[in-house]
């Protein structure tokens, strides 16, 4: 039976290995997959899925404008699809949630979608906020602070290494940018002791 599956968590968790792990499982027992990511993230190449790890996949692209249902019923009909998967899927809009919901009872294939909960400011994204509401399963990809609590949150750092605490929501940056801790260390952080 086909589901929309939610996977999420902060910044380094490892969310883009466990998705090229996810496909090539598919792949190595002869099972097409279709993979999807950000336009705007191109930080691995144009159309690119790629792990800090190493490891990379080519993908189509999606912006704010792209029916889903449409992408993904058109590449159906080119061949049988096992699985979709979608990395960057904070980056979705609300009414592209439901079109993939939609893809997924219509269309009945399996959605996996792959994704940041909230921002630097503790604040859900928009696709997150609809995964998180019409996903039928979702998982969280654990990762650490430097305390070694779980961490939930993210922060964004400035050009002079303190934490931000506004700003425009989306800025693509990795290691050098964003650093993921627990609630504690990331109130510390934004000034909220």
Known sequence: MAKLYF???????????????????????????????????????KGRIASRIGIGEDADTFDGDTDM?????????AGSVACVFIDEAQFLTKDQVWQLARAVDDLRVPIMCYGLRVDFRGELFPGSAALLALADEMREVRTICHCGKKATMVVRRGADGKAMTDGDQVQIGGNETYVSLCRRHWREEMGDT
């Not at 968790?13 to 997959?33: D, P």
């Open 69 to 77: 249902f449409a992408e993904i019923e058109t590449r159906l009909r």
């Open 7 to 45: 996977q999420y968590s902060t910044m380094n968790a490892g969310k883009s290995t466990v998705l090229l792990q996810a496909s090539h499982n598919y792949r190595e027992r002869g099972m097409e997959t279709y993979l999807l990511t950000a336009r705007f993230d191109d930080r691995a190449g």
